[in-house]
C-alpha cells in the first residue's frame, strides 16, 4: 500500500475513543459530571473522551475500587480529601467546587424545627442532644464525632434520607453545592433545610483516580488549572452554586466552626483558607452582579 493510501486509510479511521468510568454518585450529580467533562475538554491533545457511569456502589467500595492497580468498574470519584485517601490515591488537589462542600446545611423533618431554635455554637448543638446522620465511610463522620457531635451512620446515602423520616436522627448534614439537588431528586415535601445554622469546617473535596493512573490525574488537573486560567472555572461555579446559595441565604446563618483534625498539611492549608474566604465567597456568590472572576480560588 502507498503512503498516500496509508495516510487516506488512517485519515477515514475514526480516532480512538477513551471512556471514563465516573463514580454513579459522581455521574448522577450535574455540577460534578459538568466539572469532570469541562477538564476533559479543556485538554484536547490527550483525544476524545467519553464519560461513562460506574456500577452503583457505597463511597467506601469506590475507594478500594480505586486502590486496584485497574478497577474494572471505575476510574475516576470525586470525595472529600483526608490523609488517608491522599496516601493510598492520587488526588488532584482543587477544591471543585472552590472549597463549599465543607459548608453544610441540615436537612430535616419539618416537624422537628423547634429543636433547632436557639442554637448559637457547637456547646448548644451538643446540648440540644442533636444527632447527625452520615455516611459510615463518610470523612465528616470522625470530622463531627471528634467535634463532640453523635452521628448515625449507614453506608448507602439513599437510606439515609429513610433515616431520617424515621427519625433516626433529626440532621443529614448536607454541603451546600449539593443539598438543593439532593432534595430535588427526594421529592419529600415533609423534609426541609434548617434556616439558621451553617456547619463549617477544612474539608476539601477532589477528584480522585488510582494512583497507577498518572495520565487521567495528568489530564484532570491541566484541564482544571486551565479552566481556572480562563475563567471558566469561575463561570461553572456561579452556574452551579450561585443560586443554590443565594436560596439558603448564607450571609444571614449562624455559623458553627469545626475542627478538623485529619487533613494533611497542604489539604489544611487548602480548607484553612476556604473557610477564611468564607464570607467573601458568600456575599459575593448572594450577589446576583458578581462576575466569574470574581469567584475564581
Not at 26 to 54: H, M, Q
Not at 195 to 222: C, T, W
Not at 238 to 267: C, I, K, M, Q, W
Request: charged share 25%; glycine share 6%; with cysteine.
Amino acid at each position: 500500500m502507498s503512503s498516500e493510501s496509508i495516510a487516506s486509510y488512517n485519515s477515514q479511521v475514526p480516532a480512538p475513543v477513551t471512556d471514563y468510568r465516573l463514580w454513579y454518585r459522581n455521574y448522577d450529580s450535574p455540577p460534578v459530571r459538568a466539572l469532570v467533562s469541562l477538564a476533559l475538554e479543556k485538554t484536547p491533545e490527550y483525544g476524545t473522551f467519553n464519560i461513562t457511569r460506574s456500577p452503583e456502589m457505597a463511597q467506601g467500595r469506590v475507594i478500594r475500587e480505586l486502590e486496584q492497580r485497574q478497577s474494572p468498574l471505575v476510574d475516576i470519584a470525586n470525595v472529600a480529601t483526608s490523609i488517608e485517601r491522599e496516601d493510598s490515591l492520587l488526588a488532584i488537589p482543587i477544591p471543585i467546587d472552590g472549597g463549599l462542600l465543607g459548608f453544610r446545611v441540615c436537612v430535616v423533618l419539618e416537624q422537628s424545627l423547634p429543636e433547632f431554635e436557639g442554637i448559637r455554637s457547637i456547646l448548644d448543638f451538643q446540648r440540644a442532644g442533636i444527632r447527625i446522620g452520615q455516611g459510615a465511610h463518610w470523612p465528616d463522620t470522625p470530622i463531627l464525632q471528634a467535634n463532640g457531635i453523635p452521628v448515625v451512620t449507614h453506608s448507602r446515602y439513599e437510606i439515609l434520607f429513610r433515616m431520617l423520616e424515621n427519625q433516626r436522627f433529626e440532621c443529614f448534614a448536607r454541603g451546600v453545592s449539593e443539598v438543593l439537588f439532593d432534595l430535588e431528586l427526594e421529592g419529600n415535601p415533609d423534609l426541609v433545610i434548617e434556616p439558621h445554622l451553617l456547619l463549617a469546617y477544612a474539608m476539601p473535596s477532589y477528584f480522585f483516580v488510582s494512583k497507577h493512573d498518572h495520565e487521567i490525574a495528568q489530564r484532570l488537573q491541566l484541564g482544571m488549572e486551565r479552566a481556572i486560567e480562563d475563567g471558566s472555572f469561575g463561570e461553572y461555579l456561579d452556574h452551579f452554586y450561585g443560586r443554590a446559595l443565594r436560596e439558603l441565604a448564607l450571609e444571614e446563618r449562624t455559623v458553627l466552626v469545626l475542627g478538623n483534625p485529619f487533613l494533611t498539611e497542604e489539604s489544611g492549608t487548602v480548607g484553612r483558607h476556604a473557610l477564611r474566604n468564607l464570607r467573601r465567597r458568600i456575599l459575593l456568590l448572594s450577589r446576583p452582579e458578581a462576575s466569574a472572576s470574581d469567584l475564581e480560588p
